[in-house]
């Protein structure tokens, strides 16, 4: 396989020992309920008992920097655990959500203060962007509260009944809600270690503190579309298909805070002359995070409906996503995203979530002013993801084959 150009940024490197770690007390929240643990399972896996696949749960991939001061420090990893589609999406929305910390955070109580280049964070500001992005994703989700799901190493919690089967992770969670920030700010970085262990399970820990936080009536809403008691619903939706493909519902619940199916703005109604119009609840607020598709070819793009309440986030962060493949795109300059002449030329940075990326990968957008004779080249599929977005632009690699 070809590799990327550049220096090395350590990936093989041998990765620091973590700091002694200290067991989830007993005394941390209260312990998960059968009902709760039967109800997590029914509505992220869709039944419960089930079929219990290890890297759903404790042998999913962990959240691990690459070498700090290097290029590339800012990006996770991506080489550990048993990775599928849907968990590589999550930890790169995770990185998605760093980058925002690193790059745009202002308010004085979250800064991460440093004289380096932000994109080359030490050890200590990897940890503190990390501990951030979650935080963030936890606390959006729960509209300015949250609860974090954190594993007991000794306790079991839950017996094996005819209800519910131990899948080495439910059985054992404690459930510490929050009110504060702060607070939830505090414990993350005291137990942040749990999301970084490899094997883990660090992404099963987010998607479960994300929909505990959005509330597990109100997650089943955004899903079915309509008021739900969780209680009284068979054959619901549920957000995780045993393939592990990524999933809509995941990608709003922990970029937006609502677990929608639909990519859409607004709401929409579908329907025809023989059935009463069904109403889909997409995204209802612009996002903080972009997100940009390609599904193989142009009608099948479209067909997606994504709306530019994510095509056009609050911060130039965006989530790229080609069939199963995931990378990121982002810009250094927040003004692109206040003014529309800021869009006649820039740079986006890619961010691919290979391991054999060693280097930065920098592209120059053009939307004005290039010779029209080069409108016949063919186009890489990276190409074609930025013109769903910005119809017609031109990318420089800046002398880098296309990788996607």
């Keep these: ?37 039967i109800a997590l399972r029914q509505i992220v896996f869709g039944q419960c008992p089930c079929l219990v696949r290890s890297e759903f749960f404790s042998r999913g991939p962990g959240m691990v920097f690459r070498e700090a001061e290097q290029q590339l420090a800012y990006g996770l990893t991506f080489i550990g655990g048993d990775m599928t589609p849907l968990a590589r999406s999550v930890l790169m929305i995770v990185q998605a959500q760093v980058l925002r910390t690193i790059l745009f955070e202002t308010d004085p109580n979250k800064t991460l203060k440093t004289r380096r ?86 992404v099963l820990l987010l998607l479960y503190s994300a929909v505990l936080s959005r509330g597990l009536d109100r997650v089943n809403e955004d899903l079915m579309g309509r008021a739900a008691n969780y209680s009284g619903l068979t054959n619901r939706s549920h957000l995780v298909s045993f393939k592990g493909s990524i999933s809509n519902s995941v990608l709003c619940l922990l970029m937006t805070g609502r677990a929608s199916p639909y990519l859409h703005n607004g709401v929409q109604y579908r329907g025809d002359e023989d059935n009463a119009a069904v109403a889909e609840t997409g995204v209802l607020i612009r996002s903080p995070l972009g997100l940009l598709l390609w599904m193989g070819n142009e009608e099948k793009t479209q067909a997606a409906n994504l709306g530019s309440r994510l095509k056009t986030p609050i911060f130039p962060v965006w989530l790229v996503i080609c069939c199963d493949q995931t990378g990121l795109l982002f810009c ?45 080249l063919p186009l890489s599929t990276l190409d074609k993801i930025i013109r769903t977005k910005w119809s017609g632009a031109r990318v420089n690699w800046n002398g880098i084959a296309p990788f996607l």
Excluded at 6 to 34: D, K, Q
Excluded at 344 to 366: A, G, P, W
């Design 1 to 37: 396989m070809t590799r990327y150009p550049g220096r090395s940024t350590g990936i093989g490197a041998e990765r620091p020992p973590l700091p002694n770690v200290l067991p989830v007390p007993a005394t941390l929240g209260t312990p998960i309920t059968e009902a709760t643990a």
């Design 117 to 202: 280049d932000p994109l080359e964070p030490t050890r200590t500001i990897q940890k503190e962007a990390l501990v951030a992005a979650l935080a963030d994703i936890i606390w959006r989700a729960g509209s300015g509260q949250g609860v974090l799901c954190l594993p007991s190493k000794s306790g079991v919690y839950l017996p094996e009944s005819p209800q519910f089967n131990q899948d080495g992770v439910t059985e054992k969670l404690q459930l510490v809600p929050f009110g504060k920030w702060d607070e939830l700010v505090t414990v993350l970085r005291r137990y942040i270690y749990i999301f970084q262990e490899e094997p883990g399970p660090a």
């Design 332 to 376: 250094l300059d927040r003004a692109l995203m206040r003014d529309y002449r800021n869009e006649y030329n820039f740079q986006l940075h890619y961010f691919t979530s290979s391991h054999y990326q060693t280097s930065e990968t920098i592209l120059n957008i053009s939307t004005r002013g290039f010779e029209e004779t080069d409108a016949e």
